[in-house]
């Protein structure tokens, strides 16, 4: 985990400084003027070798710009003693705004899992259900929530079935396990484990953020086989990302495109990149009028990869058996 890269520019009140810390595929942003509210933001990389290449590239620019660098901050270390629990519930509690100490209680049936219910009857689309698969005597989790839509405590126990056996797996170095379910959740089949710098469930609390988890049921065509860090962040975060809270959830299958579409309405990308399905149906009505020698792939979650012409353009239904199964 690399130390904050800090540089300034001006003298007194005029005084800004810019700031950038790489770590792993992200690179983090903060800038401002001196004494006042600081700016931020995280850019994802598709991999390391991007990330230092965009690192670099912005210092370059802040360079150019008269800016000096000058000893940065270090990164932000936790405390190994921090509790997951406490540290979530004393950083909610907010009197003056008449929010009270939330409660993580026991789950029946299951050791060292806890929920919060964060239900309000008058706003029923923001409540929602917190859980914590504790680990490491409380210092470490796996959380996940659950819409109160569609929270179900019978689904829940078959999804914390699997979750509590392979809770080690988000802390074992990778960035993520897509894994088949014991027992199918509802309609879902496998589970997603994001570790705790993909699933960034604890990035408000900097004692614990290296240190809480994140899972949630998935369907086996949302996330790709052999999907890297960068593809899964997309996924999960980007334009038209998993609502992965809402257990009731018609299925979003992986669309990952690239194009080179001619004519009035020219288009193109030659890498490929995680879209929507809306673009996708735009795509396909541009390539029906293209000029020759226009092209779309469409890989599917298996890793298979679809090229589509002006005179090969498949049915509907052969293309949802593509996206849903893969084939």
């Not at 903060?30 to 070798?49: K, N, Y």
């Not at 735009?282 to 020698?293: F, H, K, N, Q, S």
Request: with cysteine; hydrophobic share 40%; proline share 7%.
């Amino acid at each position: 985990m690399a130390d904050w890269r800090r540089f300034e520019r001006g003298e007194g009140d005029e005084r800004e400084f810019w700031q950038i810390r790489q770590e792993g595929i992200r690179c983090f942003l903060s800038w401002g003027r001196e004494g006042g509210r600081p700016t931020g933001s995280t850019t994802v990389a598709l991999d390391e070798q991007h990330a230092r290449t965009h690192t670099e590239k912005k210092i370059r620019e802040r360079l150019r710009k008269g800016f000096v660098e000058v000893p940065g901050p270090p990164a932000p270390a936790g405390d190994p003693d921090a509790l997951v629990v406490d540290t979530i519930a004393d950083a909610q509690t907010k009197p003056a705004f008449g929010l009270a100490r939330p409660q993580y209680l026991p789950v029946d049936g299951f050791a060292d899992v806890v929920c919060h219910a964060n239900v309000w009857p008058d706003a029923p689309h923001g409540s929602f259900h917190h859980y914590l698969v504790l680990s490491d005597g409380g210092r470490r989790a796996v959380g996940f929530n659950v819409r109160e839509s569609s929270h179900c405590a019978d689904l829940v126990a078959a999804f914390l079935e699997t979750i509590v056996t392979r809770r080690d797996l988000a802390f074992d170095g990778r960035s993520h396990h897509k894994i088949a379910l014991a027992r199918p959740v509802g309609p879902f089949s496998h589970a997603l484990v994001c570790s705790p710098a993909l699933g960034g469930a604890a990035a408000a609390y900097p004692a614990i953020r290296y240190r809480v988890a994140t899972a949630f049921p998935i369907h086996d065509c949302e996330i790709g086989d052999a999907d890297t860090e960068g593809f899964v962040d997309a996924r999960i975060r980007g334009h038209g990302a998993l609502p992965y809270s809402d257990w009731a959830r018609e299925p979003r299958p992986v669309v990952d495109l690239r194009f080179d579409v001619q004519g009035p309405r020219a288009v193109r990308d030659r890498t490929f990149k995680v879209y929507p399905r809306f673009r996708l149906d735009d795509l396909l009505r541009d390539l029906a009028d293209a000029a020759p020698g226009s092209w779309l792939e469409l890989r599917g979650f298996r890793g298979a990869v679809r090229r589509l012409t002006p005179t090969d353009l498949p049915g509907a239904g052969a293309l949802d058996r593509f996206l849903f199964e893969g084939v």
